[in-house]
Protein backbone atom coordinates (compact mmCIF):
# COMPACT_ATOMS: atom_id res chain seq x y z
CA UNK A 1 0.00 0.00 0.00
CA UNK A 2 1.60 3.11 -1.08
CA UNK A 3 2.28 5.96 1.29
CA UNK A 4 0.19 8.67 2.14
CA UNK A 5 3.11 11.18 0.99
CA UNK A 6 3.71 9.40 -1.67
CA UNK A 7 -0.05 9.51 -2.77
CA UNK A 8 0.30 13.13 -2.09
CA UNK A 9 2.96 13.90 -4.21
CA UNK A 10 1.40 11.89 -7.27
CA UNK A 11 -1.74 14.09 -6.90
CA UNK A 12 -0.25 17.75 -6.85
CA UNK A 13 2.16 15.87 -10.08
CA UNK A 14 -1.45 14.72 -11.94
CA UNK A 15 -3.03 18.44 -11.52
CA UNK A 16 0.52 20.07 -12.69
CA UNK A 17 0.29 17.70 -15.74
CA UNK A 18 -3.85 18.55 -16.08
CA UNK A 19 -2.78 22.39 -15.98
CA UNK A 20 -0.43 21.62 -18.45
CA UNK A 21 -2.97 19.89 -20.75
CA UNK A 22 -5.54 21.68 -20.27
CA UNK A 23 -3.90 25.39 -21.39
CA UNK A 24 -2.55 23.12 -24.68
CA UNK A 25 -6.30 22.22 -25.31
CA UNK A 26 -6.95 25.97 -24.85
CA UNK A 27 -4.77 26.94 -26.92
CA UNK A 28 -4.90 24.51 -29.94
CA UNK A 29 -8.60 25.66 -29.91
CA UNK A 30 -7.94 29.32 -30.65
CA UNK A 31 -5.65 28.44 -33.24
CA UNK A 32 -8.05 25.80 -34.75
CA UNK A 33 -10.27 28.19 -35.26
CA UNK A 34 -8.33 30.43 -36.83
CA UNK A 35 -6.33 27.59 -39.10
CA UNK A 36 -9.99 26.76 -39.67
CA UNK A 37 -11.10 30.13 -41.26
CA UNK A 38 -8.04 29.98 -43.36
CA UNK A 39 -8.83 26.82 -45.06
CA UNK A 40 -12.61 28.29 -45.44
CA UNK A 41 -11.36 31.53 -47.10
CA UNK A 42 -9.17 30.05 -49.28
CA UNK A 43 -11.82 27.60 -50.64
CA UNK A 44 -13.42 29.90 -53.33
CA UNK A 45 -9.77 30.67 -55.26
CA UNK A 46 -9.48 26.96 -55.31
CA UNK A 47 -12.88 26.23 -56.57
CA UNK A 48 -12.50 28.73 -59.15
CA UNK A 49 -9.20 27.44 -60.45
CA UNK A 50 -10.29 24.00 -60.73
CA UNK A 51 -13.72 25.54 -62.98
CA UNK A 52 -11.39 27.17 -65.32
CA UNK A 53 -9.37 24.25 -65.29
CA UNK A 54 -11.42 21.97 -66.57
CA UNK A 55 -12.77 24.34 -69.12
CA UNK A 56 -9.11 24.85 -70.57
CA UNK A 57 -8.05 21.25 -70.67
CA UNK A 58 -11.08 20.31 -72.34
CA UNK A 59 -9.55 21.82 -75.30
CA UNK A 60 -5.84 20.38 -75.24
CA UNK A 61 -4.76 17.08 -75.59
CA UNK A 62 -2.49 15.51 -72.82
CA UNK A 63 0.27 16.08 -75.16
CA UNK A 64 -0.23 19.43 -75.02
CA UNK A 65 1.87 20.24 -71.89
CA UNK A 66 4.95 18.59 -70.07
CA UNK A 67 2.69 18.66 -66.68
CA UNK A 68 -0.43 17.11 -68.02
CA UNK A 69 2.03 13.74 -69.89
CA UNK A 70 0.92 10.02 -68.65
CA UNK A 71 3.83 7.92 -68.44
CA UNK A 72 3.97 4.29 -66.60
CA UNK A 73 4.46 4.96 -63.20
CA UNK A 74 7.75 3.67 -62.62
CA UNK A 75 9.79 6.19 -60.00
CA UNK A 76 6.35 7.60 -57.62
CA UNK A 77 7.12 10.49 -55.13
CA UNK A 78 5.19 10.58 -52.00
CA UNK A 79 4.71 13.85 -50.60
CA UNK A 80 3.86 13.43 -46.95
CA UNK A 81 2.46 15.71 -44.52
CA UNK A 82 2.83 15.06 -41.05
CA UNK A 83 2.94 17.66 -38.03
CA UNK A 84 6.21 18.93 -36.33
CA UNK A 85 4.69 18.15 -33.07
CA UNK A 86 3.69 15.72 -31.12
CA UNK A 87 0.74 15.35 -28.36
CA UNK A 88 -1.75 14.74 -30.69
CA UNK A 89 -3.14 11.89 -30.13
CA UNK A 90 -3.26 9.52 -33.41
CA UNK A 91 -2.70 11.91 -36.09
CA UNK A 92 0.51 11.81 -37.36
CA UNK A 93 0.43 7.38 -36.70
CA UNK A 94 -2.90 7.21 -38.65
CA UNK A 95 -1.00 9.32 -41.59
CA UNK A 96 2.10 6.93 -41.72
CA UNK A 97 0.02 4.24 -41.58
CA UNK A 98 -1.36 5.02 -45.05
CA UNK A 99 1.62 6.01 -46.43
CA UNK A 100 3.20 2.44 -45.52
CA UNK A 101 0.31 0.98 -47.05
CA UNK A 102 0.47 3.55 -49.86
CA UNK A 103 4.26 1.72 -50.69
CA UNK A 104 3.20 -1.42 -49.75
CA UNK A 105 0.37 -1.19 -52.71
CA UNK A 106 3.01 0.43 -55.24
CA UNK A 107 4.80 -2.94 -54.65
CA UNK A 108 8.92 -3.37 -55.20
CA UNK A 109 9.31 -3.16 -58.45
CA UNK A 110 9.05 0.40 -58.06
CA UNK A 111 11.41 3.58 -56.80
CA UNK A 112 9.17 5.55 -54.52
CA UNK A 113 10.98 8.50 -53.21
CA UNK A 114 9.28 10.17 -50.17
CA UNK A 115 9.70 13.58 -49.44
CA UNK A 116 8.11 14.72 -45.98
CA UNK A 117 6.64 17.95 -44.62
CA UNK A 118 6.16 18.12 -41.30
CA UNK A 119 9.12 16.66 -38.51
CA UNK A 120 7.35 13.60 -37.65
CA UNK A 121 6.76 11.42 -40.47
CA UNK A 122 10.81 12.86 -41.46
CA UNK A 123 11.77 11.60 -38.06
CA UNK A 124 9.71 8.26 -38.81
CA UNK A 125 10.77 7.70 -42.03
CA UNK A 126 14.72 8.45 -41.81
CA UNK A 127 15.07 5.31 -39.55
CA UNK A 128 13.46 3.01 -41.89
CA UNK A 129 14.46 4.41 -45.64
CA UNK A 130 17.16 6.89 -44.79
CA UNK A 131 17.59 10.75 -44.87
CA UNK A 132 15.18 11.79 -47.31
CA UNK A 133 16.86 14.10 -50.35
CA UNK A 134 14.52 16.98 -49.74
CA UNK A 135 12.03 17.66 -46.40
CA UNK A 136 10.53 20.47 -45.12
CA UNK A 137 10.54 20.75 -41.26
CA UNK A 138 8.92 23.42 -39.08
CA UNK A 139 6.57 24.36 -41.99
CA UNK A 140 3.90 25.57 -39.35
CA UNK A 141 6.35 28.57 -39.24
CA UNK A 142 6.24 29.04 -42.64
CA UNK A 143 3.49 30.74 -44.52
CA UNK A 144 1.25 28.04 -46.45
CA UNK A 145 1.69 30.20 -49.68
CA UNK A 146 5.25 30.38 -49.40
CA UNK A 147 5.70 27.00 -48.64
CA UNK A 148 3.75 25.31 -51.30
CA UNK A 149 5.41 27.42 -53.55
CA UNK A 150 8.81 25.97 -53.29
CA UNK A 151 7.73 22.49 -53.08
CA UNK A 152 5.66 23.36 -56.00
CA UNK A 153 9.05 24.18 -57.69
CA UNK A 154 11.15 21.16 -57.11
CA UNK A 155 8.44 18.80 -57.87
CA UNK A 156 7.82 20.26 -61.00
CA UNK A 157 11.22 20.24 -62.17
CA UNK A 158 11.50 16.57 -61.18
CA UNK A 159 9.04 15.80 -63.21
CA UNK A 160 9.69 17.40 -66.20
CA UNK A 161 13.20 16.14 -65.97
CA UNK A 162 11.55 12.24 -65.93
CA UNK A 163 13.15 11.64 -62.62
CA UNK A 164 9.76 11.13 -61.75
CA UNK A 165 6.46 9.83 -63.19
CA UNK A 166 3.81 10.25 -60.41
CA UNK A 167 3.58 12.56 -57.93
CA UNK A 168 0.75 12.12 -54.96
CA UNK A 169 0.48 13.98 -51.66
CA UNK A 170 -0.75 12.33 -48.75
CA UNK A 171 -2.88 14.72 -45.95
CA UNK A 172 -5.06 14.96 -42.94
CA UNK A 173 -8.20 15.91 -44.48
CA UNK A 174 -10.08 17.80 -42.22
CA UNK A 175 -13.55 17.06 -41.33
CA UNK A 176 -14.13 17.78 -37.72
CA UNK A 177 -12.46 18.62 -34.55
CA UNK A 178 -13.08 14.91 -33.64
CA UNK A 179 -12.42 13.76 -36.92
CA UNK A 180 -9.65 14.05 -39.64
CA UNK A 181 -8.93 11.11 -41.95
CA UNK A 182 -5.98 10.60 -44.43
CA UNK A 183 -6.39 11.95 -47.74
CA UNK A 184 -4.40 10.80 -51.36
CA UNK A 185 -4.47 12.88 -53.95
CA UNK A 186 -2.33 13.06 -57.09
CA UNK A 187 -0.36 15.50 -57.80
CA UNK A 188 1.03 15.02 -61.05
CA UNK A 189 0.27 14.69 -64.29
CA UNK A 190 -2.66 17.04 -63.75
CA UNK A 191 -5.83 15.32 -63.17
CA UNK A 192 -8.41 16.21 -66.23
CA UNK A 193 -12.31 15.04 -65.98
CA UNK A 194 -12.18 13.73 -69.52
CA UNK A 195 -15.89 12.65 -69.26
CA UNK A 196 -17.22 15.60 -69.45
CA UNK A 197 -19.55 16.46 -72.20
CA UNK A 198 -19.10 18.36 -74.95
CA UNK A 199 -21.94 20.58 -75.55
CA UNK A 200 -21.16 22.51 -72.05
CA UNK A 201 -18.31 23.88 -73.35
CA UNK A 202 -17.83 27.72 -73.05
CA UNK A 203 -17.11 29.41 -75.85
CA UNK A 204 -13.94 32.41 -74.62
CA UNK A 205 -12.14 35.24 -75.84
CA UNK A 206 -8.62 33.93 -74.41
CA UNK A 207 -6.07 36.18 -73.84
CA UNK A 208 -3.43 35.30 -74.74
CA UNK A 209 -3.84 31.58 -76.45
CA UNK A 210 -5.05 28.68 -74.87
CA UNK A 211 -1.65 27.12 -74.28
CA UNK A 212 0.14 30.11 -72.63
CA UNK A 213 -2.88 30.10 -70.53
CA UNK A 214 -2.41 26.63 -69.80
CA UNK A 215 1.30 27.14 -69.54
CA UNK A 216 0.61 29.33 -66.40
CA UNK A 217 -2.15 27.99 -65.09
CA UNK A 218 -1.07 24.05 -64.53
CA UNK A 219 1.96 25.09 -61.81
CA UNK A 220 -0.21 27.63 -60.26
CA UNK A 221 -3.11 24.91 -59.95
CA UNK A 222 -0.53 22.68 -58.17
CA UNK A 223 0.59 25.32 -55.85
CA UNK A 224 -2.96 25.84 -54.95
CA UNK A 225 -3.50 21.84 -54.40
CA UNK A 226 -0.67 21.72 -51.87
CA UNK A 227 -1.55 24.88 -50.25
CA UNK A 228 -4.86 23.47 -49.51
CA UNK A 229 -3.75 20.70 -48.24
CA UNK A 230 -1.00 22.48 -45.84
CA UNK A 231 -4.23 24.35 -44.40
CA UNK A 232 -6.22 21.30 -44.07
CA UNK A 233 -3.23 19.64 -42.70
CA UNK A 234 -2.92 22.45 -40.27
CA UNK A 235 -6.34 22.89 -38.90
CA UNK A 236 -6.43 19.01 -38.80
CA UNK A 237 -3.57 19.08 -36.19
CA UNK A 238 -4.96 21.68 -34.36
CA UNK A 239 -8.23 19.64 -33.94
CA UNK A 240 -6.42 16.71 -33.35
CA UNK A 241 -3.96 18.10 -30.68
CA UNK A 242 -7.26 19.93 -28.96
CA UNK A 243 -8.95 16.59 -28.54
CA UNK A 244 -6.14 14.85 -27.44
CA UNK A 245 -5.56 17.17 -24.56
CA UNK A 246 -9.54 16.97 -23.81
CA UNK A 247 -9.31 13.65 -23.06
CA UNK A 248 -5.98 14.09 -21.18
CA UNK A 249 -7.32 16.57 -19.25
CA UNK A 250 -10.60 14.46 -18.34
CA UNK A 251 -8.55 11.44 -17.69
CA UNK A 252 -6.10 13.99 -15.34
CA UNK A 253 -9.13 14.56 -13.47
CA UNK A 254 -10.09 10.78 -13.23
CA UNK A 255 -6.65 9.56 -11.89
CA UNK A 256 -6.96 12.54 -9.38
CA UNK A 257 -10.55 10.86 -8.45
CA UNK A 258 -9.36 7.53 -7.89
CA UNK A 259 -5.93 8.71 -6.37
CA UNK A 260 -7.86 11.29 -3.56
CA UNK A 261 -10.21 8.08 -2.65
CA UNK A 262 -6.86 5.94 -1.80
CA UNK A 263 -5.64 8.82 -0.01
CA UNK A 264 -8.41 9.43 2.16
CA UNK A 265 -8.84 5.31 2.59
CA UNK A 266 -5.19 5.58 3.31
CA UNK A 267 -5.55 8.36 5.64
CA UNK A 268 -8.26 6.48 7.49
CA UNK A 269 -6.08 3.02 8.16
CA UNK A 270 -3.51 5.08 9.58
CA UNK A 271 -6.31 6.72 11.99
CA UNK A 272 -6.96 3.88 12.91
CA UNK A 273 -4.56 1.85 13.14
CA UNK A 274 -2.73 4.91 15.43
CA UNK A 275 -6.41 4.34 17.60
CA UNK A 276 -5.70 0.82 17.61
CA UNK A 277 -2.18 0.97 19.38
CA UNK A 278 -3.31 3.64 21.68
CA UNK A 279 -5.67 1.24 22.99
CA UNK A 280 -3.69 -1.99 22.91
CA UNK A 281 -0.87 -0.01 24.98
CA UNK A 282 -3.95 1.68 27.63
CA UNK A 283 -5.28 -1.88 27.66
CA UNK A 284 -1.38 -3.34 28.53
CA UNK A 285 -0.86 -1.00 31.13
CA UNK A 286 -3.99 -1.95 33.38
CA UNK B 1 -29.88 43.97 -70.19
CA UNK B 2 -28.21 43.91 -66.92
CA UNK B 3 -26.68 47.72 -66.72
CA UNK B 4 -24.54 46.24 -63.75
CA UNK B 5 -21.41 43.66 -63.76
CA UNK B 6 -20.70 41.62 -60.87
CA UNK B 7 -17.01 41.73 -59.68
CA UNK B 8 -15.48 39.19 -57.77
CA UNK B 9 -11.69 39.94 -56.33
CA UNK B 10 -10.36 36.31 -54.88
CA UNK B 11 -7.01 35.57 -53.97
CA UNK B 12 -5.96 32.02 -52.09
CA UNK B 13 -6.11 34.57 -48.69
CA UNK B 14 -9.33 35.96 -48.40
CA UNK B 15 -12.34 37.41 -50.70
CA UNK B 16 -11.65 40.68 -51.52
CA UNK B 17 -14.15 42.16 -53.16
CA UNK B 18 -17.81 40.65 -54.59
CA UNK B 19 -19.78 43.67 -55.43
CA UNK B 20 -21.90 45.37 -58.46
CA UNK B 21 -19.93 47.65 -60.73
CA UNK B 22 -20.19 49.88 -63.75
CA UNK B 23 -16.89 49.26 -65.49
CA UNK B 24 -13.46 47.39 -64.38
CA UNK B 25 -10.37 47.91 -65.96
CA UNK B 26 -7.39 45.29 -65.59
CA UNK B 27 -4.13 44.71 -66.91
CA UNK B 28 -4.06 41.89 -69.35
CA UNK B 29 -0.96 40.43 -70.81
CA UNK B 30 -1.66 42.20 -73.90
CA UNK B 31 -2.48 45.26 -71.92
CA UNK B 32 -5.00 47.10 -70.36
CA UNK B 33 -8.54 46.20 -70.92
CA UNK B 34 -12.06 47.23 -70.04
CA UNK B 35 -14.94 45.78 -69.26
CA UNK B 36 -18.51 46.66 -69.06
CA UNK B 37 -21.94 45.04 -68.18
CA UNK B 38 -22.77 42.15 -70.69
CA UNK B 39 -19.19 41.43 -71.92
CA UNK B 40 -18.75 38.64 -74.08
CA UNK B 41 -17.24 35.13 -72.28
CA UNK B 42 -13.28 35.93 -72.05
CA UNK B 43 -10.50 34.82 -70.11
CA UNK B 44 -7.36 36.12 -69.82
CA UNK B 45 -4.06 36.11 -68.12
CA UNK B 46 -3.12 39.03 -65.83
CA UNK B 47 -0.12 41.16 -65.73
CA UNK B 48 1.09 42.38 -62.12
CA UNK B 49 -0.44 45.77 -61.96
CA UNK B 50 -3.35 48.09 -61.61
CA UNK B 51 -7.04 47.45 -61.55
CA UNK B 52 -10.09 50.04 -61.10
CA UNK B 53 -13.54 49.30 -61.31
CA UNK B 54 -16.64 52.04 -61.18
CA UNK B 55 -19.71 51.87 -58.91
CA UNK B 56 -21.54 54.92 -58.83
CA UNK B 57 -19.29 57.98 -59.22
CA UNK B 58 -16.80 56.55 -57.44
CA UNK B 59 -13.90 54.97 -59.35
CA UNK B 60 -11.38 52.82 -56.68
CA UNK B 61 -7.89 50.85 -57.43
CA UNK B 62 -6.51 47.79 -56.19
CA UNK B 63 -2.87 46.57 -56.77
CA UNK B 64 -3.10 43.18 -58.20
CA UNK B 65 -0.12 40.39 -58.70
CA UNK B 66 -0.54 38.26 -61.65
CA UNK B 67 -3.40 35.88 -62.09
CA UNK B 68 -6.09 35.31 -63.95
CA UNK B 69 -9.16 37.39 -65.07
CA UNK B 70 -12.64 35.43 -66.06
CA UNK B 71 -15.87 37.08 -67.80
CA UNK B 72 -18.72 34.75 -68.03
CA UNK B 73 -22.54 35.67 -67.66
CA UNK B 74 -22.26 38.81 -66.29
CA UNK B 75 -19.75 38.19 -63.69
CA UNK B 76 -15.73 39.11 -63.70
CA UNK B 77 -14.28 36.79 -61.97
CA UNK B 78 -10.33 37.50 -60.63
CA UNK B 79 -7.94 35.15 -59.43
CA UNK B 80 -4.68 36.80 -58.14
CA UNK B 81 -2.16 36.00 -55.25
CA UNK B 82 -2.55 39.00 -53.98
CA UNK B 83 -4.80 42.04 -54.60
CA UNK B 84 -5.26 44.93 -52.02
CA UNK B 85 -7.36 48.56 -52.07
CA UNK B 86 -5.30 51.71 -52.60
CA UNK B 87 -6.44 52.44 -49.22
CA UNK B 88 -5.06 49.02 -47.58
CA UNK B 89 -1.58 49.79 -49.08
CA UNK B 90 1.11 50.55 -46.50
CA UNK B 91 2.86 53.49 -48.40
CA UNK B 92 6.25 53.48 -45.97
CA UNK B 93 6.32 49.60 -46.40
CA UNK B 94 6.32 49.88 -49.99
CA UNK B 95 8.54 52.80 -50.31
CA UNK B 96 11.38 50.93 -48.08
CA UNK B 97 10.61 47.54 -50.38
CA UNK B 98 10.80 50.13 -53.42
CA UNK B 99 14.71 51.80 -52.15
CA UNK B 100 15.63 48.20 -50.89
CA UNK B 101 14.98 46.67 -54.83
CA UNK B 102 16.62 49.82 -56.30
CA UNK B 103 19.48 48.93 -54.47
CA UNK B 104 19.42 45.14 -55.04
CA UNK B 105 19.49 46.03 -58.84
CA UNK B 106 21.87 48.54 -58.86
CA UNK B 107 24.44 46.25 -56.53
CA UNK B 108 23.67 43.42 -59.27
CA UNK B 109 24.54 42.04 -62.52
CA UNK B 110 22.29 41.73 -65.43
CA UNK B 111 23.39 38.14 -65.24
CA UNK B 112 22.76 37.65 -61.94
CA UNK B 113 20.20 34.50 -60.98
CA UNK B 114 18.22 37.73 -58.03
CA UNK B 115 18.44 40.35 -61.13
CA UNK B 116 15.03 39.80 -62.32
CA UNK B 117 13.62 38.85 -58.60
CA UNK B 118 14.86 41.90 -57.84
CA UNK B 119 13.50 43.63 -60.63
CA UNK B 120 10.15 42.16 -60.31
CA UNK B 121 10.24 43.23 -56.35
CA UNK B 122 10.94 46.94 -57.60
CA UNK B 123 7.88 47.05 -60.11
CA UNK B 124 5.35 45.43 -57.03
CA UNK B 125 6.84 48.03 -55.03
CA UNK B 126 5.66 50.68 -57.44
CA UNK B 127 2.43 49.42 -58.46
CA UNK B 128 1.84 49.84 -55.01
CA UNK B 129 3.09 53.37 -54.81
CA UNK B 130 1.10 54.05 -57.81
CA UNK B 131 -2.24 52.54 -56.55
CA UNK B 132 -2.09 53.98 -53.26
CA UNK B 133 -1.17 57.63 -54.64
CA UNK B 134 -4.74 57.10 -56.80
CA UNK B 135 -6.69 56.16 -54.27
CA UNK B 136 -5.51 58.72 -51.86
CA UNK B 137 -6.41 61.50 -53.82
Same mark, same amino acid.
Given at each position: ?9 ? @??? @? ?96 ? @? ?164 ? @? ?8 | ?137
Amino acid at each position: MATLKAIRKR @ISS @IRNTQQITKAMKMVSAAKLRRAQEAAVQARPYADKMADLLKNLSSRVSRAAHPLLVMREEKRTQLVLVTSDRGLCGGYNANLIRAAEAFIRKQGSDKE @ITLTPVGRKGADYFRRRRGEASDRYLNFLSTPPEELAAEITEKLISRFVDGETDAVYILYSRFRSALSQVPALERLLPVHLDDSQETDQLIEYLYEPGVEELLASFLPKMIEIKIQRALLEATASEHGARMTAMDSATTNASKMMGSLTLQMNRARQASITRELME @IVGTAEALK | MADKIRLRVVTPARLVLDEEVDEVTGPGVKGEFGVLPNHISFLSLLEPGEMSYKQGGTRRFLAVSGGYAEVLDNVMTVLASVAEFGSEIDVDRARMAKDKAERRLSELQFEDKDFAAAGAALRRALIRLQVAAKEAR
